[in-house]
């Protein structure tokens, strides 16, 4: 399923701006859309992950029995569009969930269902327009002795802290 743990930023189709779907992660060790599916097939703790595949398509990573799916414009009043059985066709222990949806939802939610129970959820805004830089890291301290360090993580999301995967604009610090 996978030929390699990381992907090294090889460029996708020469394009300069698009980098391979391949690998778990990417060169930061940042979860790729594969990832969440090794997690739902893989995985002991329940999750329940969606992802907008097309604009009008959902695709939905869950290791629970069923999903129920709502959808908002907004992010507030989420409408129940149905509980959702596995998808069938395939030969895994927790095959994918995928829902068609409208191209004006802005916002969806996923809850992973086991015995009629939430055991897990997952809630996703589109993107829209970039409003901030998100900074985080691995480790909130370091040894200052020239050896030791940490990754520093940081991320252009919007209003609803969803971040911006496709943004070309350059960015500039001082």
């Known amino acids: 399923a996978v030929w390699a743990m990381y992907d090294y ?3 996708h189709y020469g394009a300069p701006y698009f980098q391979a779907p391949h690998g778990v992660c990417d060169i930061f060790r940042i979860p790729k859309l594969s990832y969440y599916w090794h997690c739902a097939e893989l995985g002991k703790e329940p999750i329940t992950y969606l992802y907008p595949f097309k604009a009008d398509t959902v695709v939905i990573f869950s290791n629970a029995e069923k999903v ?3 959808e908002s414009i907004g992010g507030r009043d989420f409408k129940e569009v149905g509980v959702l059985e596995p998808d069938k066709g395939f030969a895994l222990r927790h095959p994918p969930f995928h829902v068609n949806v409208s191209k004006w939802t802005t916002c969806y939610k996923a809850e992973g269902l086991v015995g009629g129970k939430v055991v897990s959820s997952h809630v996703y805004h589109r993107q829209s327009e970039p409003a901030a830089l998100k900074i985080s890291v691995d480790h ?5 002795d020239g050896g030791d360090m940490t990754r520093v993580l940081l991320q252009l999301v919007d209003k609803n802290g ?3 995967v496709n943004n070309y604009e350059p960015v500039r610090f001082s």
């Open 140 to 144: 909130d301290e370091i040894t200052a």
């Open 162 to 164: 969803t971040v911006i």
């Open 9 to 11: 930023n090889t460029p």
């Open 68 to 70: 129920r799916f709502s």
